[in-house]
C-alpha cells in the first residue's frame, strides 16, 4: 500500500554536498522529515542552518532511530564501516543506501535484506554542505545495486523517494557498476593526470613550461588531471581492481593502435577512427527515450530478491523505470508490482523481459 | 627595408578553410594581392567567389609567378609533394611555407634557404573553404620551423605577414614540434578513440548502448573521438614515429600508476595526482606574459640561418616575437634585427639570450 508520503522519516548520515542535498530535496520534494548526523559538529550545525535536515542527532544511532529510508553519504574511505554501523543501528523496516563511487565494497558491508547500495551520478567533485542544492539530482542516474537477498518493499520505497526528488533510479549489478565507473570516470581521470604529467616533462628544459595555446583537444582531455587529491586517492584505491582491468585493457587495445601506426596500415587506422565515430555515436548520441509513459503490471510472489531481479533486468537492457509501486495480496504471499516506463518501445521491452523472467505481466 | 605592405603578392595552394582564411586575411589586413591555386575547380571557383583571393590560377606555377610569400595548405598527406613541386616553380625572392600540423615531413622537402615549416594551431578539425574567416589566426599561436639555412630576410616577411593577420608566429625545430603535437594533439585524439570504443565494447552486451548521464570526464576526454577520418590518418600516419614514442611514454606512466594501485599504495597515488595538478596549472594556468611592447635591436651578420637561429632561442624559451624587422646595412655583409616583445621580463630574457649567441644587442 502506497504510504503517506508527508511522513516518511529519512536518516541522512554525513551531510555534505550529497548528503546535504538528499536532506533538501527530501524535504522540499518528498516532504519527508530529515534527521541528520555528521561526525563534524560544525558541519552538522550548517546543514541544520541551512535546512537540509530537521533536526541533527548526537549520534548515528540517534539519526537511525525510526528511520524509514536512510543515506550513508560520508566521503568512500569510511563507507563500508559506516553501513555496517547504520546496520547494526537500524530498525528492521529501515531501508539503508549509501552514495559511493564504487559498490563492490560495500556490496559485502551491505550483505543485508535491508542494503541497497546506490550511487547517484552528480556533484561528486566538490565538497561542503554549503553547495547543497535541491535540484543536485534533477535528471541524474541514481545508480542501484540492489543485492540476491534485497527487500522488494524496502527497495521500492528507495526507488520511489529518489524518483521524487528528480533522480532516474537505474538497476546495475556492482560488478558491472564498477566497471563501468572504472571505464567512464577513473580512466579518465588517471590519463588526464598523464598526459599533462607527460606534456610538462616535454617542456620541461625550457622556461616558463607553459603551452601554446594549443588545440581543444588537451584541454578537454586534461580538465579534470589533479582533481581534489583526498577524493581521487579513496576513488581509486577504492575501485582500484576494476581500474587496474581498466588499464590493462586500455594498454592492449593502445599496443593493438601502436601496431598499425608501425606498420603503416592506414586503412587499420582509419577504420578504427571510424569505428570509434560509430560508438561514441551510440553510447553518447541522441536524447533519451520519449513517449508517454505507459504502466505495466506484474505479479509476482513475496519473496527476497525479486523486485531486484526485474529491476536488474530492465537496467541492463536501458529501460528506465520511471516509477514503481508494490502491492502486497491479503494474506501477503504475493504481490503486484507496477512499473511505469516512459515509450512503447521500452515498455514493450520491459514487458518481454519481465515475462521472460517468468512473472506474468499486463498493460495497466 | 620595410617593404610597401599594399604590394605584397601572396600564393595560396590549396583553397580549403586554411588557405582560405589565410587569403582573406592577407588580403583584408596585409592589403596583399592573392592568387589562389586549388587541384579542384569547383573548391577555387568559390574561393574566388568569396573574396579569399583576387585571382585564381590555371596552375600551381601561374599561381607562383612573382609570389613573394606561398603557403602551401593541402591535406598533409600531399604536402610534401607539393612544397617539392612549389620549391621548383616559385622565384629566388619567394619564402615558401606550409601549415602541416607534422613537420619533419616537409623539413626533408623543404631543405631550401626559401622555404619555412609552419603550422598554425587553428580550425585544424574542420574542412571547406566556407568556413573560412579573415579572423581565424586571431591570437593563434602559429609555429614555424626554420632550418639551418633558411634566409633571414624571407624568415622576417613570413614573420611578419602573419604577424599582421593577427596571429602568433613561434619558431621551433621541427623534432620538438612534432614530439609535442604527439602529446597534446595526436595522443589525446588516440585516447578518446580508445575510451569510446573500451566502454561500448563493455556495454556491447546491452541494448540500446546508450551510456547513461555520467559526469563530464568522459564526455570532455572524447568529445574528439573518431575525428574526420581522412584529416586524422593522414595526421597519424605522417606523425607515426613521434606518435609511438608519445604511445610507449604514457604505456610506461600507465604501467607505473597501475603497480602503485596494485600494490595499494596510496600515498604514491597521491603524489602523483598532486603533481598532474601542478603540472596542469604550470601548463595551462595564469595568461600570457602582459606589460608594453619592448624594442630589441641585434646587430648580425648577413648569413643564413642567422635570424632562424635567434628565433628558436626564443621561442625555445617561451619568449613571444611580437614583431620584427631586419634592416641590412649598406654593403650588405650584415643587419640590424629589430624584435618587438611584451613585457619586461621577456624582453630581459630576450636580450639576454641574443647576448649569449654572440650578437650585440640593445634596447631602442
Same mark, same amino acid.
Given at each position: 500500500?502506497?504510504?503517506?508520503?508527508?511522513?516518511?522519516?529519512?536518516?541522512?548520515?554525513?551531510?555534505?554536498?550529497?548528503?546535504?542535498?538528499?536532506?533538501?530535496?527530501?524535504?522540499?520534494?518528498?516532504?519527508?522529515?530529515?534527521?541528520?548526523?555528521?561526525?563534524?559538529?560544525?558541519? +552538522?550545525?550548517?546543514? &541544520? /542552518?541551512?535546512?537540509?535536515?530537521?533536526? %541533527? *542527532?548526537?549520534? #548515528?544511532?540517534? !539519526?537511525?532511530?525510526?528511520?524509514?529510508?536512510?543515506?550513508?553519504?560520508?566521503?568512500?574511505?569510511?563507507?563500508?564501516?559506516?553501513?555496517?554501523?547504520?546496520?547494526a543501528a537500524a530498525g528492521t523496516?529501515?531501508?539503508?543506501?549509501?552514495?559511493?563511487?564504487?559498490?563492490?565494497?560495500?556490496?559485502?558491508?551491505?550483505?543485508?535484506?535491508?542494503?541497497?547500495?546506490?550511487?547517484?551520478?552528480?556533484?561528486?567533485?566538490?565538497?561542503?554542505?554549503?553547495?547543497?542544492?535541491?535540484?543536485?539530482?534533477?535528471?541524474?542516474?541514481?545508480?542501484?545495486?540492489?543485492?540476491?537477498?534485497?527487500?522488494?518493499?524496502?527497495?521500492?520505497?528507495?526507488?520511489?523517494?529518489?524518483?521524487?526528488?528528480?533522480?532516474?533510479?537505474?538497476?546495475?549489478?556492482?560488478?558491472?557498476?564498477?566497471?563501468?565507473?572504472?571505464?567512464?570516470?577513473? +580512466?579518465?581521470?588517471? &590519463? /588526464?593526470?598523464?598526459?599533462?604529467?607527460? %606534456? *610538462?616533462?616535454? #617542456?620541461?628544459? !625550457?622556461?616558463?613550461?607553459?603551452?601554446?595555446?594549443?588545440?581543444?583537444?588537451?584541454?578537454?582531455?586534461?580538465?579534470?588531471?589533479?582533481?581534489?587529491?583526498?577524493?581521487?586517492?579513496?576513488?581509486?584505491?577504492?575501485?582500484?581492481?576494476?581500474?587496474?582491468?581498466?588499464?590493462?585493457?586500455?594498454?592492449?587495445?593502445?599496443?593493438?593502435?601502436?601496431?598499425?601506426?608501425?606498420?603503416?596500415?592506414?586503412?587499420?587506422?582509419?577504420?578504427?577512427?571510424?569505428?570509434?565515430?560509430?560508438?561514441?555515436?551510440?553510447?553518447?548520441?541522441?536524447?533519451?527515450?520519449?513517449?508517454?509513459v505507459i504502466e505495466l503490471r506484474?505479479?509476482?510472489?513475496?519473496?527476497?530478491?525479486?523486485?531486484?531481479?526485474?529491476?536488474?533486468?530492465?537496467?541492463?537492457?536501458?529501460?528506465?523505470?520511471?516509477?514503481?509501486?508494490?502491492?502486497?495480496?491479503?494474506?501477503?504471499?504475493?504481490?503486484?508490482?507496477?512499473?511505469?516506463?516512459?515509450?512503447?518501445?521500452?515498455?514493450?521491452?520491459?514487458?518481454?523481459?519481465?515475462?521472460?523472467?517468468?512473472?506474468?505481466?499486463?498493460?495497466?
Amino acid at each position: 500500500m502506497r504510504r503517506g508520503a508527508r511522513f516518511l522519516r529519512v536518516a541522512v548520515l554525513g551531510v555534505g554536498l550529497i548528503g546535504g542535498s538528499i536532506g533538501l530535496a527530501a524535504r522540499r520534494r518528498a516532504h519527508a522529515e530529515v534527521c541528520g548526523y555528521d561526525p563534524d559538529p560544525e558541519v +552538522l550545525a550548517r546543514a &541544520l /542552518a541551512l535546512g537540509a535536515i530537521d533536526t %541533527a *542527532a548526537a549520534d #548515528l544511532s540517534a !539519526a537511525l532511530a525510526g528511520a524509514q529510508v536512510a543515506f550513508v553519504a560520508t566521503p568512500v574511505g569510511a563507507l563500508a564501516e559506516t553501513v555496517r554501523a547504520a546496520l547494526a543501528a537500524a530498525g528492521t523496516d529501515c531501508v539503508l543506501s549509501d552514495v559511493g563511487s564504487t559498490k563492490r565494497a560495500v556490496a559485502d558491508a551491505g550483505a543485508d535484506q535491508r542494503f541497497v547500495g546506490g550511487h547517484p551520478l552528480a556533484g561528486a567533485e566538490t565538497a561542503g554542505v554549503e553547495h547543497a542544492r535541491e535540484d543536485l539530482f534533477d535528471g541524474a542516474t541514481w545508480y542501484l545495486t540492489p543485492g540476491p537477498g534485497t527487500s522488494g518493499v524496502l527497495y521500492e520505497r528507495l526507488h520511489r523517494l529518489l524518483a521524487s526528488i528528480g533522480a532516474r533510479p537505474t538497476a546495475i549489478d556492482p560488478e558491472t557498476h564498477d566497471r563501468l565507473m572504472a571505464c567512464v570516470s577513473h +580512466l579518465p581521470h588517471v &590519463l /588526464a593526470n598523464l598526459l599533462v604529467t607527460q %606534456a *610538462a616533462s616535454l #617542456l620541461g628544459e !625550457a622556461e616558463p613550461r607553459r603551452l601554446p595555446a594549443v588545440g581543444p583537444s588537451f584541454r578537454d582531455a586534461t580538465r579534470v588531471a589533479g582533481a581534489n587529491t583526498a577524493i581521487w586517492t579513496d576513488i581509486y584505491m577504492s575501485n582500484r581492481d576494476a581500474l587496474i582491468a581498466g588499464i590493462d585493457e586500455l594498454a592492449a587495445r593502445l599496443q593493438e593502435v601502436r601496431g598499425w601506426l608501425l606498420e603503416g596500415q592506414a586503412p587499420a587506422v582509419a577504420a578504427w577512427n571510424d569505428r570509434a565515430r560509430a560508438d561514441r555515436d551510440a553510447l553518447l548520441g541522441s536524447g533519451l527515450a520519449g513517449g508517454a509513459v505507459i504502466e505495466l503490471r506484474a505479479s509476482v510472489p513475496n519473496r527476497p530478491g525479486v523486485i531486484a531481479e526485474i529491476a536488474l533486468a530492465l537496467g541492463h537492457a536501458g529501460v528506465n523505470i520511471v516509477d514503481m509501486a508494490l502491492s502486497p495480496s491479503e494474506d501477503n504471499s504475493q504481490g503486484v508490482v507496477a512499473f511505469w516506463i516512459r515509450g512503447d518501445d521500452h515498455a514493450e521491452r520491459a514487458r518481454g523481459l519481465i515475462a521472460g523472467l517468468g512473472f506474468p505481466v499486463v498493460q495497466a
